[in-house]
């Protein structure tokens, strides 16, 4: 691990101190947050504030060169809830899987680094895992695009499945888009996860230029054979769907924006894919 150097913060940090060794029925409850995380400096230390109430925290970096790592000594200089790892980046779906198999509490709950636990979904997560009720539950997802919050577009509700019994569920193979395996019924908490994607316009051109190199490879993985008219034909629908279909344009101009991005993303998928193949 890096040598750290001392970084001071201005915000009040939770109290992290150790807790008594739980008895068996609360153990029964315990929850290990899981966060996977590179380069998150300005947004990791928020997320990890909103997850006070969960017995550990597990965090799993695959090679910061930002000052991530020191907000995480940061934090941990605060008492023994935070466990970190290094793990070599596999995609999405490993990287996660690799976080959940550290974790030692009852239930899982994922959350990325731009996320945060709102008030009401604690008391949500801690209410369900109380109740004799299913392994599994999915939540909403609120998200902003550049300070707006996303009431279309296909961003809301957008429910993912982030809370599980972790011996009961394992995350996908998937490099991205990588999902929960779990089988049996699955809980629906009202309460949204916050979440803080895209700040700045920067910030959506360099996810266009990820997930989209994500995307090709998530199709060669998968032995798809493109054509060059499939980026302009998939892409163009992309930018209507989002725009017209999921009434983007009812987000004003962050709504259009977000469907010139998303189409974008799609396009270069497939041109970044079909030039894998052409090049060959």
Known sequence: MANFRTVKFTLDMPDFSPTPEPSRHMHDR??????????????????????G???????????????TLEVIAAYRSNGSKIKFFHH???????????????????WVLSVDADERVTPALREAI?????????????????????????????????????????????????????????????????????????????????????????GAAKLAARGRKVSFSSGILRGGF???????????????REGFLNAAIHSQTVFWKYMKRWMELHQK
């Open 30 to 51: 315990s929850i290990s947050a899981l966060i996977i995380c590179k380069n998150e400096q300005t947004v990791l230390g928020p997320c990890i504030e909103s997850l």
């Open 53 to 67: 109430f969960c017995e550990e925290i597990i965090i799993v970096d695959s090679g910061s060169t930002d000052s």
């Open 88 to 106: 070599d980046w596999d995609g999405f779906g490993p990287q996660k899987e690799f976080a959940r198999e550290q974790a030692t509490g009852e």
């Open 126 to 214: 801690l209410h369900a895992i109380s109740q004799d009720g299913p392994d599994a539950y999915d939540m909403p997802f609120l998200s902003t695009f550049c300070g707006r919050e996303m009431r279309h577009s296909g961003w809301w509700p957008d429910r993912h499945l982030r809370l599980f019994r972790r011996e009961k569920a394992r995350f996908s193979d998937d490099v991205v888009h990588e999902e929960v395996v779990h089988s049996g019924p699955v809980g629906h908490l009202d309460a949204p996860m916050e979440h803080h994607p895209i700040r700045h316009l920067d910030d959506a051109l360099r996810r266009m230029q990820t997930y989209s190199s994500l």
């Open 238 to 252: 992309a930018f209507f769907s989002t725009y017209v279909l999921r009434r983007g344009f009812l987000d004003g």
